[in-house]
């Protein structure tokens, strides 16, 4: 039986539009006459986001800009192409019809322009030109009545910066995000911008900005999303472009109809299980309905996607034809990526440092055979391209001979695509080094690569997360096609697992409102025993964030954000962190303590370049047959725990001692965190506006780092802890649609074993579904609601948790559930997961209220 938790946290109904529950002890009064013009900012989440987006394009006036060229690229994309389908002689300009001139003159590029009058009955008398326009004129007037609100809601977030953070539009460039953060949260005093708190945290404000994404990332983490497909002669594949995401945020988060029913608050009949399955229906029903209005869209939007694509990639195909050939992180790296609380500019700078030695590690997998294909073809097309090279310089008259200059542009290009294919003879490529330079840069990787890296099946799975720039563009331009069948048929049976997904992961969190629980970064709650969490965490398997995101999200926060106080169980974990580090950095007689001394942008990548290198005392560790290092274990954690140490306040102040930012160290000294990015970067706003962007740009670096040689250090700790289970279990794959009547289907063919096609172990960050069922007469308490003593009595807190059974309902009425692994984790074998839980009975907590607990 589910325990019953009773306790004095009560819901608040307020009067004005922004709120969030709270206490009411919270509310500061100002009187009218006082009031700043910023005084209770109704929407708090909107208006942080749009402070955010001002600063990433750089002020007001870049932005204006960007918007208007938005709004004239799209009257021109549609005009050009109305007037090149309708308004051209194409037989004049290929100079299959002659123009009878009075003059001997040549024919000009206006006497292939058909006269406006027949132009215009040619518009008027092709009704899908008419359509087309239609369309695209309405839409065209909703986004100008959006620009013009934008440039007035935009105009008053200048004027905050302004007037309240005392930036000018000029000098905004210049200061960094944790700087404009800073002063928000110390304007709060003054101006009382949200009143349900006195004071604004660093994670209010990410939150604030980050609601729906954390939302996303987490479901992407729990492998709900349908974004994973095993089509014939294609194989397994990952599907997840803007067009599919944009539906499923219209479908969640702010669509008719969606499961908020403001930006900060989940809709109430969602925080409860009593309806779960009338609501799991109805949202079916709102999907199927989505999936068919994309259908009947996708004409248009496929017309729009070819023509976009087409005016946008064709003068740099020209250009630079090996630019297909290039790669880019693709939109489910992204997202798989990302941590918990990671903003957009924070997550594209890191991976933007892992660009290279991601884009060399794809390149140790040229094909031999491709290769000498493309020497020979190359070969072929060069000797043809010489000759009419040849030609041409010696009589021009060579390039009027028709499809001569076609030719040598299309064997320019051939020759490019070869040369793409044929890899640098005096490069030596070691996989397994260089995929943990990505590691380094990307934090999280599933467990099965290392000691992989040279494996085929580990490349084809990296380059779903760092795919090909053609592939990007064919994704995208399929997308339309696609979509509406993904909607009606992939998520539409996972309706009733997303139901369980916001019930049991939604929080309230005073003056901010329903946020997704593992944006909390509370180890206790979400974290996993494998990744530094044991004994720390009260989380079951459904609870437990996958690939160490709790652990790696929350030592990326405190790391960007120094100045943050963290809850006491968070500020013991990250110290403990900081304790084991010191300590086996002391007790390793081998550690080299590296002085940061330079500002040059060397230091960190040479302190990187050592942490994985290792001290001279390494030097006999080998490759061996299999490519991965040998012996490696303690030495590493502790050659990265003296690397680590060596981030260290002191050593950050020898480098700059010179420098404004003294003044700031003495109070981050006390941090939980090693000061590498310490409140240093916020001091120098008495310094000029270029010293001040040089400061925050090296301690951002060093910030980045650390976190850098953090994620190492804790990968190698996973690394240690699982590798004494590797002869004792086997690895599973499972699906996570658990949801309705498509587990019962799909039981029979979900379970399989391991496929001897893929000698390497799989992890459960590529699931495929292995249901169980287990009957309703065993059923104990749900996965996410424990009922221990401890936790009947709960620390007071000012969160409000909506937990909820998660099991689905089979035809025959019984309890059916997934077993669940986590990403990374191990199941034994003939077992579904390592703590199997019984499930409930269909309706034996719906009529509770949502659970309540309150932390400090």
């Not at 002689?89 to 001139?101: E, R």
């Not at 027949?118 to 065209?140: E, Q």
């Not at 939150?207 to 095993?230: G, Q």
Request: proline content about 5%.
């Amino acid at each position: 039986m589910a325990a019953h938790f009773d306790t004095e946290y009560q819901r608040l109904e307020a009067s004005y539009s922004d709120s969030p529950p709270g206490e009411e002890n919270l509310l500061v009064h100002i009187p009218d006459g006082n009031k700043s013009p910023w005084h209770h900012i109704e929407n708090l989440d909107l208006f942080f986001q749009r402070v955010y987006n001002l600063h990433q394009k750089n002020g007001f006036t870049c932005m204006l800009l960007g918007e208007v060229f938005e709004l004239v690229q799209l009257l021109f994309v549609v005009g050009f192409t109305v007037f090149l389908a309708n308004c051209v002689d194409y037989d004049i300009l290929f100079a299959n019809k002659f123009v009878n001139h009075t003059d001997s003159s040549k024919v000009t590029l206006p006497d292939a322009f058909l006269p406006v009058d027949v132009c215009s009955a040619r518009i008027r008398d092709n009704v899908a030109v008419m359509f087309v326009l239609v369309i695209s004129g309405v839409f065209w007037l909703h986004r100008l009545i959006k620009f013009i609100y934008n440039v007035c809601c935009y105009w008053e977030i200048r004027s905050f910066y302004t007037n309240a953070l005392k930036m000018s539009m000029g000098e905004l460039p210049y200061f960094t995000w944790q700087e404009v953060q800073a002063r928000i949260v110390e304007i709060q005093k003054e101006h009382q911008i949200c009143i349900h708190k006195k004071e604004l945290t660093e994670l209010d404000i990410y939150h604030r900005i980050l609601r729906f994404k954390n939302y996303m990332v987490a479901m992407v983490n729990k492998s709900l999303l349908p974004v994973r497909f095993c089509p014939p002669l294609l194989g397994e594949m990952v599907f997840y472009t803007r067009g599919l995401k944009y539906n499923f945020e219209l479908i969640f988060f702010w669509g008719p109809g969606s499961l908020f029913k403001s930006e900060w608050s989940l809709k109430p009949e969602y925080k409860r299980g009593g309806n779960r399955l009338e609501l799991a229906e109805k949202l079916a029903s709102r999907i199927l309905w989505i999936g068919i209005a994309n259908l009947l869209l996708c004409p248009v939007i496929l017309v729009w996607q070819i023509l976009y694509a087409f005016f946008s990639y064709t003068e740099v195909i020209k250009r630079e034809p090996g630019s297909l050939g290039a790669r880019c992180w693709s939109l489910y790296g992204r997202c798989y990526l990302r941590h918990f609380n990671e903003l957009d500019h924070e997550l594209m700078s890191r991976l933007s440092k892992g660009y290279k030695a991601s884009s060399k590690y794809m390149n140790c997998f040229l094909s031999p055979l491709l290769t000498v294909v493309a020497k020979n073809v190359a070969f072929f097309a060069g000797s043809l391209l010489a000759v009419l090279i040849a030609l041409t310089i010696y009589d021009e008259d060579v390039l009027a001979v028709e499809h001569v200059l076609s030719s040598i542009t299309l064997l320019g290009v051939c020759i490019t695509i070869c040369r793409s294919f044929i890899p640098d003879k005096h490069l030596v490529y070691c996989p397994e080094q260089l995929l943990r330079v990505i590691l380094a840069h990307i934090h999280y990787m599933p467990d099965h690569w290392q000691g992989n890296a040279h494996r085929y099946e580990t490349r084809d799975q990296f380059s779903q997360l760092f795919q090909y720039k053609a592939v990007f563009i064919l994704e995208e331009l399929i997308s339309p096609v696609v979509t509406p069948f993904i909607l009606i048929f992939s998520l539409r049976r996972k309706s009733l697992e997303i139901i369980d997904f916001f019930r049991n992961f939604t929080v309230e969190v005073v003056g901010v409102g329903d946020t997704c629980s593992f944006a909390q970064m509370d180890v206790r709650q979400h974290g996993h025993p494998a990744w530094m969490s044991e004994g720390k965490t009260e989380a079951s398997i459904y609870q437990q964030a996958e690939d160490g995101k709790t652990e790696l999200s929350l030592m990326h926060f405190a790391i960007t954000n120094p100045q943050w106080n963290p809850p006491t169980e968070t500020t013991q974990f990250i110290s403990q962190l900081k304790e084991r580090v010191q300590r086996e950095a002391t007790g390793d007689v081998h550690a080299h303590t590296h002085t940061l001394t330079s500002l040059s942008e060397s230091e960190p990548r040479s302190l990187i370049a050592n942490f994985l290198a290792g001290p001279p005392s390494l030097a006999s560790l080998h490759l061996g047959r299999d490519g991965s290092l040998t012996n490696q274990g303690p030495v590493g954690i502790s050659d990265g725990a003296s690397g680590l140490r060596s981030l260290s306040i002191n050593s950050m102040r020898g480098s700059y001692s010179s420098t404004h930012r003294s003044a700031g160290h003495t109070s981050s000294a006390s941090r939980a965190m090693v000061g590498s990015s310490t409140d240093a970067r916020t001091a120098s706003s008495g310094s000029s506006a270029w010293e001040g962007q040089l400061t925050s740009l090296v301690l951002s670096e060093y910030a980045s780092t650390e976190m850098s040689m953090h994620a190492l250090y804790i990968h190698e700790l996973h690394k240690q802890q699982s590798r004494g289970e590797l002869s004792r279990h086997t690895w599973h794959r499972q699906d996570s649609d658990d949801s309705g009547d498509s587990v019962t289907e799909e039981g029979a063919a979900g379970g399989r074993g391991p496929d001897p096609r893929h000698p390497i172990p799989r992890s459960h960050t590529f699931p495929v579904s292995t249901p169980t069922s287990i009957p309703s007469s065993n059923s104990g308490p749900p996965p996410d609601r424990g009922a221990t003593p401890g936790q009947e009595e709960a620390p007071p807190n000012s969160q409000r948790r909506h937990w909820g059974n998660a099991d689905s309902v089979g035809s025959d009425g019984r309890g059916v559930r997934l077993a669940r692994v986590p990403m990374g984790g191990w199941a034994e074998e003939g077992q579904g997961g390592r703590h199997p839980d019984t499930v409930p009975e269909e309706g034996s907590d719906d009529d509770m209220p949502p659970n309540i607990h309150k932390v400090t």
